[in-house]
């Protein structure tokens, strides 16, 4: 056996030794090129494996040849898979970001780049040839034995690069759970699967939903205005337009939930704060967040559309070639700049391409932030620091504006300096639900500073505040030690969609406080925040209202099907008490059933079929 395969190996050498270079000049590219870093010995060990299944099938693909032929076409495959690379090299060093399959059909992206095309090049990148010359200088002094085409090969060449894949598919999803229903990250799916196998399972992506847009019609439309209409809800006029002018500050605190608010630990309060905020704000402490796996790109979506995110993976990546009504478009209509200021990649879940559809006038990305190893934790810029550098940003902008500020320390794992505890851990058996409780308190403190800093600066006066979690922190998985700190017995399903309660305070200088207990999620907020800048939201599609709209009906599904009104909660087909929490006659439930599956057909029907462009 062994020496059959040595002998195979020997047969096929050239081939080998082709499928051996591409692989090697893969992975320096992904290090002198693209500068993918890896933290540890797995992400490293990943970089190496993954360009192998994608080399040895298209290097491969020469055996479907004979002869001189399948000599030439090792060439000619070696150079093409030379070229996606090459672009993808040239693209990164313009927009520091990986080549989608829309971005080279959109033809503003392409005449960035036709510009400086030129510029773009290196003469080191002749390097990338050296490996073809060599090939070619085989053949050319008859190194190379011809071979007639067997019937096996191409059989084994797609078992072989198959089992590979899979092989690798296995390694990161150790290394990335969730990592193709998720993809969040263009860099985080190049560095996993590799750059020729995401440009496949982009082009998957985006196929699917491409189909599903040619099928739709421009009457298609109809029902969802149909719908929006006989949903309409008129504006609160004591709210209408009482912040028309003002800076709109909107901050995305995350998976920040509502169990916190105004609870201890250990005698501690752990959003002390937020706590005292909510005594100057109104405070809606039955807010739901509506997202999925989409996460902080669907709570931006929610809010950016008053649409809903999809079930699965991520809007953000899937539609981002939608046309859209979003709410920087209308407020950009209104004399507003809007802005987005978050410090991470921009191409983290697609925001790069998203926030041009939706049309913000800046994102200020990593690149927009000083970030050293010492203001760093977890993700990146720890939130005082980034607070504290979005102050300066927040100073150059043309006013008024409406700006996104987006944190990131109090995400999972929930890493935290010892200087920057200042509550200690929770203890049971999560060490998730542990340190989940001093990062939330070292972001309190952030948002503290951050207030503090406004005032100081003068920004404070002329700008009201929404506050909101993006979506959950602790997962169900940590349901045991959940019970431990609300010091239940057990966690119920019910129990489960309480805990998707997340805060939400808008904060307006000056106004008086007020606890709203009106059930809603994310989705409200578009209508919200247009009516409080009196901008008339009639001829918009939306699928929220007005949370201070007398007309609103307390209710809000969930994007799992889920929902919530004043007195019950329906979630894995069962009616629930909102009193008890006890299970109730399904009856009671019945009402809304329609409503919370029309809101999510209709929003999803837009979406795949983009509906938004006959709008
Ligand atoms: C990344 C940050 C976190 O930029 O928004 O994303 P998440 O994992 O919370 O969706
Ligand atoms: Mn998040």
Redesign the pocket.
């Known amino acids: 056996m062994a020496a059959k395969i040595k002998a195979e190996l020997i047969r096929l050498r050239f081939l080998l030794l082709a499928v051996a270079f591409l692989c090697l000049k893969t992975y320096l590219l992904y290090k002198f090129g693209f500068h993918i870093q890896s933290e540890n010995i797995l992400q490293e060990m990943l970089l190496l494996l993954n360009p192998l299944s994608a080399s040895v099938f298209v290097i491969g693909l020469s055996l479907f040849f004979s002869g001189v032929v399948r000599n030439g076409m090792v060439i000619v495959l070696s150079t093409i898979a030379t070229c996606i690379l090459y672009f993808n090299l040239l693209y990164y060093r313009f927009f520091t970001d990986f080549l989608t399959w829309p971005v080279l059909f959109q033809t503003s992206n392409a005449k960035d780049l036709q510009g400086s095309f030129l510029q773009l090049m290196n003469w080191t990148d002749a390097f990338l040839l050296f490996d073809i010359l060599i090939l070619i200088g085989l053949i050319w002094w008859k190194k190379i034995p011809l071979q007639m085409r067997e019937k096996r090969e191409p059989a084994a060449l797609i078992v072989a690069s198959l089992v590979i894949f899979l092989f690798n598919i296995g390694i990161a999803q150790i290394e990335r759970p969730q990592l193709l229903t998720r993809a ?2 263009r860099e985080m799916l190049v560095k996993n699967i590799g750059l020729l196998n995401y440009h496949v399972y982009d082009a998957y992506v985006q196929s699917h939903s491409k189909a599903q847009r040619v099928f739709a019609e421009s009457s298609d439309i109809d029902e969802v205005i149909r719908y929006r209409k006989e949903n309409y809800k008129e504006p609160n006029p004591e709210m209408y337009g009482i912040a028309e002018g003002k800076n709109v500050i909107v901050l ?1 605190l ?2 920040l939930q509502s169990f916190v608010i105004n609870e201890t630990l250990n005698g501690e309060e752990i959003t002390p704060f937020l706590n005292d905020l909510i005594e100057e704000s109104y405070y809606f402490d039955h807010f739901y967040h509506q ?1 999925a796996q ?6 931006e979506f929610l809010v950016a559309n008053s649409l809903f995110g999809r079930d699965s993976g991520s809007v953000f990546f899937t539609h981002a070639g939608n046309e859209y009504n979003s709410l920087p478009e209308w407020l950009h209509e209104n004399g507003y700049y809007s802005s987005v200021m ?1 410090a ?2 921009k191409s ?2 697609n ?1 790069d391409m998203m926030y041009l559809q939706f049309g913000y006038d800046q994102f200020f990305d990593i690149d927009s932030f000083t970030v050293t190893e010492e203001n760093s934790i977890g ?1 990146g810029l720890k939130d005082v620091d980034f607070f504290e550098q979005s102050i300066d940003l927040l100073k150059t902008q043309p006013k008024p504006f409406y700006t996104k500020l ?1 944190t ?1 320390t109090n ?2 794992p929930f890493e935290l300096g010892e200087e920057d505890k200042m509550i200690n851990e929770f203890d049971s058996n999560s060490g998730t639900l542990n340190r989940y409780f001093p990062t939330v308190r070292y972001m309190d403190h952030a948002v503290e500073e951050f207030f503090t800093k406004l005032k100081e600066e003068g920004l404070y006066e002329d700008s009201i505040f929404i506050l909101y979690g ?2 959950y922190g602790i997962s169900e998985y940590h349901h045991k030690a959940m019970s431990q700190f609300l010091g239940k017995e057990e966690l119920t399903p019910f129990d489960h969609v309480q805990l998707q309660r997340v805060p939400l305070l808008i904060h307006i200088p000056g106004h008086d406080p007020s606890v709203n207990h009106t059930v809603s999620g994310q989705i409200d907020l578009k209508p919200t925040i247009m009516h409080l800048l009196g901008i008339d939201t009639r001829d918009d599609i939306q699928f929220g209202s007005d949370l201070f709209s007398n007309e609103r009906e307390s209710f809000a599904v969930l994007r799992n099907t889920s929902f919530i009104t004043d007195d019950i909660v329906f979630t894995n087909g069962v009616c629930y008490d909102k009193g008890t929490g006890e299970e109730t006659l399904e009856e009671k439930c019945e009402p809304f059933m329609e409503k919370a599956q029309l809101d999510l057909r209709l929003s999803d029907k837009i979406i795949y079929g983009d509906l938004l462009r006959f709008d």
């Open positions: 969040f990250d995305s995350e998976s997202t989409g996460k902080t790109s669907d709570s978050h991470n990649n983290f879940w925001r993700w987006i990131l995400h999972y993006d979506h």
